[in-house]
């Protein structure tokens, strides 16, 4: 791990050397669907805290969701009746402070965009209750995250940790959806579950280098999109300055500063790794 990362500096500025135009053109659509999971994710955690804080009527929330409108993340609540309404919104600027957002506490209908959100996320939660592909481990809980973007209908299900100081990947799976919310493909995305540990209270002003993980053939090339979704949402808490994802043919290298994701091929990552050995003195 720590000669990877001892590398990093000579990885960005050999870039053009290993066609990294095409790279990027691999690996860019990857960001972009990991920063909306980001956002919306990030709507639901606040959302709840400052939902939760002031609506009292706990018996009457049938669950919530999020998504991005306008530049604004929106948290809604809905409520559990056999049609459901809206019973919150909470609304985020990019910044996401607590003490900016805007908080609605007032009933009202889906709209077009939250009720087809609303009925793919229902469907995948049924899915994912009676399908043995979707597996549960202890101090975790299933986060399910609906997109509706470019006509495509996805939920995204995350595992997310019950327990400070640690970190998940895998146990993650995407189902997609038709136009009348039919189930078209469900994946699992890594066949595995990663927690890393982080630290604890006294670790938490100091910096870490970083950490990794290995991805089967079958979890693909690259780093995912839930991957940078987990990791820009765990980033400030972790320290970390990048994480690496490492698979057969690519090494993906997420800075955890500028959140920006750096590729090189394997061949080329063996040279350069060569290259500095034989510098080294015998």
Known sequence: MKSLICVFTLLTLSFICYSQTEIEKLTKPIVDEGKRLYKTEMASW???DLFLEKYKERNK???YLSYTENE???CIFFS???TPKVIGTISFDSKYDLK???TDLSERELNKNEYGLYKIRQAAFSIAQEDTLFKSYKNTNLNFI???SNGEKKVYIL???LKR?????GNDYLLTFDNDNNLLLKKQLHRNIIPINYGDKEDEEKEIEGAAHVHLPETGDFITATDICTLMLYEKFTKWRQHIVISEKYMSIWDCKTDKLFAITKEAMDKIYKTEEDKKPN
């Open 72 to 74: 604004m993340s929106k």
């Open 146 to 148: 609906p997109l509706i």
């Open 61 to 63: 929330i049938g669950g």
């Open 165 to 169: 100081g640690v970190v998940i990947f």
């Open 159 to 161: 595992t997310g940790p």
């Open 80 to 82: 559990n009746a056999d």
């Open 100 to 102: 900016t957002a805007i």
């Open 46 to 48: 606040y959302g709840t």
